[in-house]
């Protein structure tokens, strides 16, 4: 049955819990469907509620580590940058602890509401291979927004070390194994990255647990630990001041603002690819409106020219990208890592 566009129509019932409508014209009476309305309305209220609804109140958003590294001050810039669009505050709040775990749990407990988001990092990721009884799921409890930008490590070695290359560090290391030692924040991202190395080499290096970057960094320069995988912002400086000689990067394509550095796979290491990454997600069953409209913002928020500086100085490129690229990520990642880590034979100490 048609509906005349220049008859009048009158509803004389309109009781959502029927399955139908029925209404009066001159000449007759007829029905239509529930389904046929809701087709009608349901595009112009979806995309209202994308624009008024959301939000309503401030926002909480949930950064697994302390103040002051690279995904707190990434989170505290888009997190700006979301207020300023939505005119509403997003209100950065850190729950650090268990290598991101604590603060992973707190959001994957939270109201799927949009007003609980989580800043996360491949902890996100691998952590299912390191622990056991996680207070969250990665794959179930939460959905994704967007993958905001990509960072890879750079492997460095002390300057005295005689290998320029990963090709020499992999034979010094086979001449002389358990000689050399790598100094890894224990359960971070480069731990993993480490860990993959020297799997992925098949080489015997020792792997020295630290509790903060930092001291990796002092002990490194000091040739106590003779290599390392660090991120570009804390590493960088001290390859230029001349106390660690950079080597490779860690990713599978060489890194935009070190065009110099050969990966670690065209060096002797093929397959190897560990490429960093920031991203946001939010409790499962957020309303995909809401989730799509978070995305949109983040993704303007990364090519903004102060947060394209930002990532530029973190060695990171932006991304930006949709809900669904996001989620294959994490779904690929999560296996991955699982095999990575039973491979290496690693384990938290």
Do not use: C, H
């Given at each position: 049955m048609t509906i005349g566009t220049k008859l009048p129509l009158e509803l004389a019932k309109a009781n959502p819990g029927d399955m139908a409508f029925s209404f009066k014209r001159k000449g007759g009476t007829g029905f239509v469907s529930c389904i046929a309305l809701a087709m009608l309305a349901s595009a112009p209220i979806s995309r209202a509620q994308e624009k008024a609804d959301y939000p309503l109140k401030p926002v909480r958003v949930i950064v697994a580590s302390g103040a002051g590294g690279p995904s707190d001050v990434q989170a505290r810039l888009l997190a700006q940058k979301l207020s300023e669009s939505l005119k509403r505050q997003f209100v950065i709040e850190n729950r650090p602890g268990g290598g991101g775990t604590i603060g992973y749990g707190v959001a994957a407990k939270a109201a799927p509401d949009g007003y609980t988001l989580l800043s996360v990092v491949p902890t996100l990721t691998y952590s299912p291979a390191l622990h056991a009884n996680l207070p969250f799921d990665p794959l179930r409890d939460f959905s994704p927004i967007s993958l905001t930008a990509r960072a890879p490590y750079i492997v460095a070695v002390h300057p005295a070390l005689p290998a320029k290359t990963i090709k020499e560090l992999v034979a010094l290391a086979k001449s002389k194994p358990g000689a050399l030692a790598m100094g890894q924040t224990n359960g971070s991202p480069n731990h993993l990255a480490a860990a993959y190395f020297i799997s992925a080499a098949n080489v015997n290096i020792r792997v020295i647990p630290y509790k903060v970057f930092g001291q990796v960094l002092i002990d490194a320069m000091a040739g106590d630990v003779q290599v390392l995988f660090g991120a570009v912002a804390n590493t960088l400086p001290h390859?230029?001041?001349?106390?660690?000689?950079?080597?490779?990067?860690?990713?599978?394509?060489?890194?935009?603002?070190?065009?110099?550095?050969?990966?670690?796979?065209?060096?002797?290491?093929?397959?190897?690819?560990?490429?960093?990454?920031?991203?946001?997600?939010?409790?499962?069953?957020?309303?995909?409106?809401?989730?799509?409209?978070?995305?949109?913002?983040?993704?303007?928020?990364?090519?903004?020219?102060?947060?394209?500086?930002?990532?530029?100085?973190?060695?990171?490129?932006?991304?930006?990208?949709?809900?669904?690229?996001?989620?294959?990520?994490?779904?690929?990642?999560?296996?991955?890592?699982?095999?990575?880590?039973?491979?290496?034979?690693?384990?938290?100490?």
């Open positions: 390859v230029k001041a001349g106390k660690l000689r950079a080597i490779a990067v860690s990713a599978a394509q060489r890194a935009t603002r070190l065009p110099q550095l050969p990966t670690v796979a065209e060096s002797g290491v093929p397959g190897y690819d560990v490429t960093g990454w920031y991203g946001w997600v939010a409790p499962a069953g957020t309303p995909v409106p809401v989730v799509n409209l978070l995305s949109r913002e983040l993704a303007r928020a990364v090519k903004s020219p102060d947060i394209l500086k930002t990532l530029a100085e973190d060695g990171a490129d932006p991304v930006g990208s949709t809900p669904a690229a996001f989620q294959k990520l994490i779904a690929e990642e999560v296996p991955r890592w699982l095999n990575i880590v039973k491979a290496a034979g690693m384990r938290m100490e």
